[in-house]
């Protein structure tokens, strides 16, 4: 029986993901993200398609994040007919993103189509997709929760267990019977940390022969969860006592309703000053009316803490959720303390870089990471702390104190990799395939498995990976 194993994104690079499980005939995608990065970069890598969309038979769908499910409305667009798998919340979140990317893109073009015209220049690009392509693709998924296995093709029968990575996130298990022929393929999508506040911690999954992984912080290790709010409420006070405001670029999903629970009992706790929060992203405002619905996914200490006393993890007196542009104008007006978080999350896009360009000239105010930053985009130089930043085609001298918290990361660290991997059956784990990471966080990964006598491989775009099957 033919078997294989290939990508076409998130290959040596961590955004784009788009992996793919050949079965004979019978063809399995496994996320269809979009790449992010430089603008001239990402406009090439996500309008390529090296593939043809109508031989997929299904798609599995890992989490909603746009580098994993961005560009699910251009698969269809482009002869894709079958179903596409995921859990309820990661569906309700991914018709979110994907609107939220429809809604940009149309901004963008009618942007440049504005400049292009005052040069007196030909512009003839269009949107990737529109927002009637994503209603179209919402018509594909089907949605099945965790722990049910799922036939996916004759083949196939997929499970999802619980990724703790955000909202609805999944590990993805593949079980092959082609004739007999038996295999078992993991995909942990990305992989998230124990002890995260809101969700529950990553579910174990069943012994696997083959396992397809993410190696974002393959070089890293993550400071202590337990640390976060000491590290928060420090950055607070201290900006708080010079008179400054605190920026936070945040994505919009999971990122920001992890700081909001912690600015809340950061709150509640006398910690921090009485200063106002301002969540200022429309696409947040409405992922965290998400959160709200799907408690199903909380941890049992959220459901304690909150739930059971009737609280709201997601609100409280000091924190206003913004809805217009107007009002988020007048942010900038203000000079008093504040905390704004708002996106896009690498400061590519969004209101977020209206924030930037007005504050980060004044050393007294504080732009605080916290989280993954790729190569080319503003959120990697300020996180590098460049003299100089570009910012709508200007340039900005970075005087504001730049702070990363490494606790607040969604992402397993190397040594959680590790423990992860340890857990599965040693003597059925044929080889862990690494994706999902830049190369030199997947260089140190590979040695530190294959140092535990794991045989590993650093997944190359377009490679071919033969699969072997138990007779």
Known sequence: MQAELFSWGAAEEVTGSKHFLRIKDELLMVDCGAFQ??????????????????????VLL?????????????????????????????????NLVMMDSAHIQA????????????????????????EQDVVKVLDHFITVSYGRPFPVTPSTKATFFDAGHILGSSLCVVDVDYHGHKMRVGFTGDLGRNNLPILRDPQDIPSVDY????STYGNRLHDPIASAKDELAKAINRTVKRGGKIIIPAFAIERTQELVYFINMLNQEGAIPDIPVYVDS???TNATS?????????????????????????????????TNVEESKALNMSKDPCIIISSSGMC??????????????????????????AENTLGRRIQDKDAEVKIFGDMYKLRAEVLTLNTFSAHADYNDILIY??????????????????????????GLLEDAKISTTIVKAGEVYPLLTAS
């Open 37 to 58: 990065g430089h603008r001239e970069e990402t406009e090439q890598k996500n309008r390529e398609w090296k593939f043809d969309a109508a031989t997929v038979d299904a």
């Open 211 to 214: 396992l397809v992984m993410e």
């Open 348 to 373: 590519e896009a969004g209101r977020v870089l209206h924030h930037l360009l007005n504050n980060i000239e004044n050393p007294k105010n504080t732009v605080l990471i916290v989280g993954y930053m």
């Open 107 to 130: 901004k963008d073009i009618e942007w440049l189509a504005k400049r292009a015209r005052r040069k007196n220049e030909v512009f003839d690009k269009v949107p990737l997709y529109d």
């Open 282 to 284: 429309p696409m947040a």
């Open 421 to 446: 991997v340890n857990k599965l059956d040693r003597q059925r784990l044929k080889k862990v395939f690494l994706v999902h990471g830049e190369p030199k966080a997947q260089t140190n990964l590979k």
């Open 62 to 94: 890992t989490h909603a994040h746009y580098d994993h499910s961005g560009l699910l409305p251009l698969l269809t667009q482009k002869g894709f007919t079958g179903n596409i798998y995921a859990t309820p919340a990661t569906r309700d979140l991914a």
């Open 290 to 322: 998400i959160f709200r619905v799907h408690q199903e996914c909380y941890d049992t200490e959220t459901q304690e803490t909150f739930l059971a006393n009737h609280k709201n993890p997601f609100g409280f007196d000091d924190l206003r959720y913004i």
